[in-house]
Structures are given as structure tokens and as C-alpha cells.
């Protein structure tokens, strides 16, 4: 694992720790592409219940490295070559979105472009109430990346969408909690409390479950038929209904106390 992004595991818990801190976390390639790989391998890996998103520093991440996209501009690659490479590294938003385990963005300080766009990919986005957030895209001549335009459009709707990108306004963490941006706020200096904390909870879940119910939402959001959402759903209540984690949980029911999920 690189440098530019940390790696800790917590009983359960990835802690993944985007490391440019004297840049605010701005993207490199060699950056996005550490995270895509840890991302992938987080999906896959039964010992990893739960990925926890932060920046290094007291930031989240600004985005895009403006500085060193000024600096390649005269670098003989094509224009082919170049949507290639961009497409191949912003699976690590399809991952952190997709993946049947719970993943949670810890947002300090600045949240911005392809930043943002990875925030706004994982299931939960814990804040500060004095974060800055912004799109910037349009700020710098770019259209945008990293499926913020996508995400954006899910959770705010079309209008509030189109009014972030094409105005780029920038946020507190207090007013993009109130718009519904991100999913709670906390003051300064307790983000990675509470987001561990949150994570912590989720990574000790039932998570075969968590991941079908994941699965039903993506097919629903991304345009499901009432009839495929109804067939999916039968086929993933049952599925987990033999997992042990069901199981525990109705015998802990029957016993009064709090049940213990082994992710099984």
C-alpha cells in the first residue's frame, strides 16, 4: 500500500486514509489508484464488514491536484489514452457505492470535486458542521468526475444537482446536512468519533444482510421495474433468512438480549 493512502484494519472495520495532508489530500493518480485496488480488494475480503473514508490532516480532500494538471498539460498522451485512465480510476467510487458492506465517509475541512464525488459514493457522510463542500468542477473549466453528478442527482434530486454543479456554491457542513447532502454533522474534532463509531456498529452487523439490502436499493434506484424490486427482494429475504446471522438474531429475540453477528 502506498504512502499516499493508509491502510488500518479494526475488528472488521477498514480505515482507509487518503495522505496528502500538505496538499489537503489532493488526487493523484497514484493516489485514486491505490484507493481502486484497496476498494476492490475491501468488496471481496470476508474480513473487511465495514470501510470507513478519511482524510489525512484535518481534511478530507480537495480533489483533483489543479497544481499538477496545470504542469502535465504539455504531456504527449491522447485524448483516448487520457478517458481511459480516468475511467479506470474512478471505479474506486463504483466500489465504495457497490460493494455488499457498509462504507462511511468521515469529512473534515474541505470536500471538494472528485473529493466530494467519494464522499457522496459511500452510504453514510459524517461532517462537521464547519466543512467546506463544494462541487468546484465548473470553477476550474471541468465538467466532473468520480460519479458525483450521479450521486448528487440520487440523493438531492435533478434541480438541486443542477444547481451545485452549474453554480458551485460553497457549503458548511451545517447547511448540507439541512439540504440532506450529508447524513449527520458534529462538532469540529469529533468527526472520526463518530464516524468510528458508526463503522464500528455496522462492521458488527449482520453483513450478508447488509450487503442484499444494498443490492435491492441499487436496483431500485437505478430504475428497477416495481416486478424485477419485487423478485429480487423474495430472492434476498429468503437467502438471508439461512444465514447464521439470521438465526442468532431470532434466537437472541426469543432470549432477550442483544444478538452477536459473525457476518455468516
Same mark, same amino acid.
Given at each position: 500500500?502506498?504512502?499516499?493512502?493508509?491502510?488500518?484494519?479494526?475488528? !472488521?472495520?477498514?480505515?482507509?486514509?487518503? /495522505?496528502?495532508?500538505?496538499?489537503?489530500?489532493?488526487?493523484?493518480?497514484?493516489?485514486?489508484?491505490?484507493?481502486?485496488?484497496?476498494?476492490?480488494?475491501?468488496?471481496?475480503?470476508?474480513?473487511? &464488514?465495514?470501510?470507513?473514508?478519511?482524510?489525512?490532516? +484535518?481534511?478530507? @480532500?480537495?480533489?483533483?491536484?489543479?497544481?499538477?494538471?496545470?504542469? !502535465?498539460?504539455?504531456?504527449?498522451?491522447?485524448?483516448?489514452?487520457?478517458?481511459?485512465?480516468?475511467?479506470?480510476?474512478?471505479?474506486?467510487?463504483?466500489?465504495?457505492?457497490?460493494?455488499?458492506?457498509?462504507?462511511?465517509?468521515?469529512?473534515?475541512?474541505?470536500?471538494?470535486?472528485?473529493?466530494?464525488?467519494?464522499?457522496?459514493?459511500?452510504?453514510?457522510?459524517? @461532517?462537521?458542521?464547519?466543512?467546506?463542500? *463544494?462541487?468546484?468542477?465548473?470553477?476550474? +473549466?471541468?465538467?466532473?468526475?468520480?460519479?458525483? *453528478?450521479?450521486?448528487?442527482?440520487?440523493?438531492?434530486?435533478?434541480?438541486?444537482?443542477?444547481?451545485?454543479?452549474?453554480?458551485?456554491?460553497?457549503?458548511?457542513?451545517?447547511?448540507?446536512?439541512?439540504?440532506?447532502?450529508?447524513? &449527520?454533522?458534529?462538532?469540529?474534532? #469529533?468527526?472520526?468519533?463518530?464516524?468510528?463509531?458508526?463503522?464500528?456498529?455496522?462492521?458488527?452487523?449482520?453483513?450478508?444482510?447488509?450487503?442484499?439490502?444494498?443490492? /435491492?436499493?441499487?436496483?431500485?434506484?437505478?430504475?428497477?421495474?416495481?416486478?424485477? @424490486?419485487?423478485?429480487?427482494?423474495? &430472492? /434476498?429475504?429468503?437467502? @438471508?433468512?439461512?444465514?447464521?446471522?439470521?438465526?442468532?438474531?431470532?434466537?437472541?429475540?426469543?432470549?432477550?438480549? #442483544?444478538?452477536?453477528?459473525?457476518?455468516?
Amino acid at each position: 500500500m502506498t504512502d499516499l493512502l493508509k491502510r488500518e484494519m479494526r475488528d !472488521g472495520l477498514l480505515i482507509l486514509t487518503l /495522505n496528502r495532508p500538505e496538499r489537503r489530500n489532493a488526487m493523484t493518480p497514484e493516489m485514486v489508484t491505490a484507493l481502486r485496488d484497496a476498494t476492490a480488494a475491501a468488496a471481496d475480503d470476508p474480513e473487511v &464488514r465495514a470501510v470507513l473514508l478519511t482524510g489525512a490532516g +484535518g481534511h478530507f @480532500c480537495v480533489g483533483g491536484d489543479v497544481k499538477a494538471m496545470n504542469e !502535465g498539460q504539455g504531456r504527449d498522451i491522447s485524448v483516448g489514452e487520457r478517458i481511459h485512465s480516468l475511467r479506470d480510476r474512478m471505479s474506486a467510487s463504483r466500489y465504495l457505492h457497490e460493494m455488499p458492506k457498509p462504507t462511511i465517509a468521515a469529512v473534515e475541512g474541505s470536500a471538494a470535486g472528485a473529493g466530494l464525488s467519494l464522499a457522496l459514493a459511500c452510504d453514510f457522510r459524517i @461532517c462537521a458542521t464547519d466543512a467546506k463542500l *463544494t462541487t468546484a468542477f465548473g470553477k476550474v +473549466g471541468l465538467s466532473g468526475d468520480f460519479g458525483g *453528478t450521479y450521486f448528487m442527482s440520487q440523493i438531492l434530486g435533478s434541480a438541486k444537482a443542477r444547481e451545485l454543479y452549474l453554480l458551485s456554491p460553497l457549503l458548511s457542513g451545517e447547511e448540507a446536512a439541512e439540504i440532506g447532502l450529508v447524513t &449527520r454533522t458534529v462538532e469540529a474534532g #469529533k468527526v472520526m468519533e463518530e464516524a468510528t463509531a458508526l463503522a464500528t456498529e455496522l462492521a458488527g452487523g449482520p453483513t450478508i444482510t447488509l450487503g442484499r439490502i444494498k443490492q /435491492n436499493l441499487a436496483l431500485a434506484e437505478g430504475g428497477g421495474s416495481l416486478a424485477a @424490486c419485487f423478485d429480487q427482494e423474495a &430472492r /434476498n429475504h429468503m437467502l @438471508c433468512s439461512l444465514t447464521n446471522d439470521h438465526k442468532e438474531a431470532a434466537a437472541a429475540f426469543v432470549e432477550k438480549r #442483544k444478538p452477536v453477528f459473525t457476518g455468516t
